[in-house]
């Protein structure tokens, strides 16, 4: 799960991490009313989507960027009737764009230097990482390529925790000194603090600023959580936002389903996470593109395969659909009875090619061949991708 960076903020003040003031809007009017009361203070404007590169993007109604320096409460209105309801298009959106259903108004600030800082879950280690670099406010792959040395990388002990020399070490490394290197070293504490309790799984800032009047704040900060801890977190989860995310992926997660959607036209629907991998890497091999990935579990109900098979289906660039089902705990008459419902229920108006194997099979396989559902039976893996690949053709 990701957060706007407005709401980002409300973290930062929760935890002690210092940066600039905001406030968000919905309507020009609000964007100037908060402009407002920022009277006397350089602002700035920021499109609220879930995705970087903002300042250096476009919008499809022509507005170049979204990212602004405003001048007055009129401009801050100006602007936000540029920017709210448009599309706004950057590297990380894709041609497709992301609505800005939101702006942020905020403080905005002279600048020394910029810095980037993130904290990460390495999975090679299975430790938290702290990655810095002195170059900020660029992306931070482009530096990795051009100037590796200039990246630091401080691996944290998940038990111990984030300790003192550590500190120093990254505090050294980006040339902090005095005052500078103080603010930064409570900075980064009250940072880990939040990463380890908010159970994050990134927690990006870029930039990380010094100022002419001696601060030192976090001006951007991107955000992901371990969507396996969010139970304990109901503040945070109330943050989300569903129109930010795609809306299979939103129905998915209603039913405890894994999805994620791709640019292909196969369909697939398989029970474990390695099955699905392999499903969708034999379809590549025999020429097809899959659509998703759909991972129903080891236990899915008739209720979760309906609705899984109704969210493919949804889906309008699917063309074919092939099932790949393993019974080991899952009982293979629950997919044919789930696939058979959904079927009758939406009239399955692209080919269909059923493999499996496991739990139950001869009882699962029956279900299927009395449905009267035009349904193309396999006998292995490579056999359900060849017919399927052949099918939609």
Do not use: W
């Amino acid at each position: 799960m990701n957060i706007h960076e407005y709401q980002a903020k409300e973290l930062f003040d929760r935890f002690q991490v210092p940066s600039p003031k905001g406030k968000v809007a919905s309507t020009p009017a609000e964007a100037e009313a908060a402009a407002r009361e920022f009277a006397g203070s350089p602002l700035v404007i920021k499109a609220q989507v879930h995705a970087g590169g903002r300042g250096k993007g476009t919008f499809k109604n022509g507005f170049k960027g979204g990212v602004h320096l405003i001048e007055s409460p009129e401009q801050a209105a100006d602007f936000a009737g540029k920017m709210l309801n448009e599309t706004l298009v950057t590297v990380q959106t894709g041609d497709a764009g992301r609505l800005v259903r939101k702006v942020m108004i905020a403080e905005a600030v002279d600048i020394t230097h910029e810095y980037y800082l993130a904290i990460l879950m390495d999975r090679a280690t299975c430790r938290p990482v702290i990655v810095a670099s002195t170059e900020g406010g660029m992306n931070i792959e482009d530096v990795a390529h051009n100037s590796p040395e200039k990246i630091i990388r401080q691996f944290i002990h998940p038990l111990l925790g984030l300790q003192a020399y550590e500190v120093r070490k990254i505090t050294a490394a980006l040339g902090l000194t005095g005052d500078f290197a103080k603010q930064f070293a409570k900075l980064l504490g009250n940072l880990y603090k939040l990463f380890i309790q908010c159970d994050c799984s990134m927690l990006e800032i870029n930039p990380l600023v010094t100022t002419p009047d001696g601060r030192v704040l976090a001006l951007d900060a991107k955000f992901g959580f371990d969507d396996n801890a969010l139970y304990r977190h109901p503040d945070i989860v109330a943050m989300r936002d569903k129109e930010e995310e795609d809306p299979r992926e939103v129905a998915a997660s209603e039913y405890d389903l894994n999805y994620i959607g791709l640019d292909g036209n196969i369909a697939c629907l398989v029970n474990g996470a390695g099955l699905a991998m392999a499903t969708m890497d034999i379809i590549q091999h025999y020429g097809g593109e899959p659509a998703n990935f759909l991972d129903v579990g080891g236990g899915a109900s008739k209720e979760q395969v309906t609705a899984a098979f109704k969210i493919i289906l949804g889906d309008p660039n699917v063309k074919g659909i092939m099932i790949n089902i393993f019974g080991g705990i899952m009982d293979c008459n629950v997919i044919a009875e789930g696939v058979v419902a959904a079927a009758k229920e939406t009239g399955l108006p692209i080919p269909l090619v059923v493999r499996l194997e496991g739990n139950n099979v001869d009882a699962g396989k029956a279900t299927l061949a009395a449905s009267g559902i035009n349904i193309t039976a396999a006998t292995t893996m490579a056999d359900a991708a060849q017919k399927i690949v052949a099918l939609v053709g």
